[in-house]
């Protein structure tokens, strides 16, 4: 038996019952209340900064020129990442047939679908004129106006919506079988009604189970190239301009990479407070946070080896204006981002080394947390630092972010909290299908 599963003594109705009783019985209403009534404060936050942008223009926030883009922008590129692990630890390790991945690809892939509406929000909101944002679609219009294909708003604009729609597809079609198990479950009428609608007629005949597995890994396997894709192309955005600092090869790898290492640690952030919450120890057990910590350990020494090839690529080239960059990162005004994000991603990282501190669900939640803030810290990097100082001198100018810059993005964490609290108070939060599934292939195979 896999240490990665729940203990085979469980039974099938005794795991569907513990994880879809959650929705219709919940436990810990008033710990949830008052995590939600934060949440909604937060997403009050956004509100009243997007108001204050609509009404006096991005002039509001610090940009200017040199720097055009600021915190938003690398907002938008931080929640991009972290929705990325979500899509590896469901589609990628499903269609290899990873079974650990049960006890995590839901609340996984959940947080993917919020962390990319984040993501998508900034741009918009970062335009001029924000409510013309579907002037980028193309669709036949009186105007004559087409999108522009070589302009990285466009790119953004495809990136983002196939990203947010197949992460869409996928989620979906994988809950809709523990829906109609709620259903069933349910006994009161308006959750009856709730889940049935949502649950598409499921019944679980052997018509139903064979179309949905075609379905689910066909969807996966669109959904696996697009983890690629999608942050290659957000790297391109820097790597195809002339800007000191960003013309590097290694960017597209680099950046994958990263929003995988940030990813993997908000999954374990996440799944730590629920397995405590609603006492899921026996589902995600303690297997399941080693094997996330050393997720983890991996793509952080990837994501480091790219700090270090950017380095040595610099310095190789011998290109002045390149290495002055880079010689401002270490030493500079915006010194203090570059080593935050080394220190922040990579000192605690040397802990998850120890297999006591790889299953410590409160060191791996601190050391995942060091690691979201170090990711924050390299996106600021990356951009601000490379911005500042432009070829000429008469060109060179600090940026510090304005209260409403910082105040769109606390409010922006609300826009994450609200629906991922609702997805865990109305809606099964691990597979329960699936878990039964792996236990039952693994019985036959004990009386075997």
Request: charged share 10%; with cysteine; aromatic share 18%.
């Amino acid at each position: 038996m896999s240490e990665a599963t729940p203990s085979t003594d469980r039974t099938y109705s005794g795991i569907s019952g513990e994880i879809t009783g959650i929705p219709v019985a919940f436990p810990n209403v008033r710990a949830w209340w008052i995590c939600f009534g934060f949440s909604l404060c937060l997403l009050l936050l956004f509100f009243i900064s997007a108001g204050v942008l609509f009404r006096y223009g991005v002039g509001v926030w610090g940009n200017n020129i040199p720097v055009n883009w600021g915190l938003a922008i690398s907002n938008y590129v931080w929640f991009l990442g972290i929705g990325h692990a979500g899509t590896l630890i469901s589609a990628l390790l499903l269609l290899v047939n990873a079974h650990w991945r049960n006890s995590l690809n839901r609340f996984a892939e959940a947080m993917t679908l919020f962390a990319v509406i984040c993501a998508g929000l900034y741009p918009i909101l970062h335009l001029g004129r924000p409510w013309l944002f579907y002037w980028m679609a193309p669709y036949p219009n009186s105007m004559a106006i087409w999108p522009q294909f070589k302009s990285p708003l466009t790119w953004d604009f495809f990136a983002v919506l196939t990203y947010l729609t197949v992460s869409v597809l996928f989620w979906y079609i994988g809950i809709v079988p523990d829906l109609a198990a709620v259903r069933d479950r349910a006994k009161k009428r308006r959750y009856q009604v709730f889940y049935g609608l949502f649950a598409l007629g499921w019944r679980g005949s052997a018509h139903h189970w064979a179309r949905w597995r075609q379905s689910y890994r066909l969807v996966a396997a669109i959904a696996v190239p697009l983890v690629v894709s999608v942050h290659s192309e957000i790297s391109l955005l820097f790597a195809a301009g002339p800007i000191p600092g960003w013309a590097s090869t290694v960017f597209p790898p680099y950046f994958v990479l990263g929003a995988a290492f940030s990813g993997f640690a908000v999954v374990a952030m996440l799944a730590v407070p629920l397995r405590h919450a609603f006492g899921l120890k026996d589902l995600v057990t303690e297997r399941h946070l080693d094997l996330l910590a050393k997720f983890l350990l991996a793509t952080g020494f990837m994501t480091a080896y790219g700090y270090v090839a950017e380095v040595y690529d610099v310095f190789y080239s011998g290109e002045q204006q390149e290495m002055a960059t880079m010689m401002d990162r270490f030493s500079g005004a915006y010194a203090w981002s570059y080593w935050g994000a080394v220190i922040a991603n990579f000192v605690p990282l040397q802990l998850l080394w120890f297999a006591a501190i790889r299953r410590n669900p409160i060191l791996l939640f601190l050391i995942s947390l060091s690691v979201v803030v170090g990711m924050w810290f390299e996106r600021y990097m990356l951009l601000v630092s490379s911005l500042y100082r432009d070829y000429l001198v008469s060109s060179w100018g600090e940026y510090h972010a304005s209260f409403w810059e910082w105040s769109l993005y606390a409010g922006m964490i609300g826009v994450f909290l609200v629906p991922f609290l609702l997805f865990v108070r109305f809606l099964p939060m691990i597979s329960a299908f699936e878990v039964n599934e792996v236990l039952s292939k693994e019985k036959e195979a004990a009386r075997g």
